[in-house]
């Protein structure tokens, strides 16, 4: 992966997680919700990108360059 294109998936989540957040914090101020709830749905979104480049890694078959040598 670039470092560009990782900088920018970078950027990109923190700028979700602060969106999800926002609108979490807007929406729950009219509720009565503990604040530990809040900070699930940021975590759950970090969460799910590692598991989407983890999953991403071990099924590329175009990362996996000495698995055809012979030795």
Not at 18 to 41: C, D, I, K, R
Not at 43 to 50: C, P
């Amino acid at each position: 992966m670039k470092l560009d294109r990782l900088v920018l998936i970078i950027v990109c989540v923190l700028a979700g997680s602060a969106v999800t957040f926002w609108l979490g914090m807007t929406l729950l101020a009219s509720f009565s919700v503990p604040f530990a709830w809040l900070a699930l749905l940021p975590a759950a979104l970090v969460g799910y990108i590692l598991y989407r480049v983890i999953a991403e890694r071990v099924g590329n078959a175009e990362d996996d360059h000495y698995d055809g040598m012979k030795h």
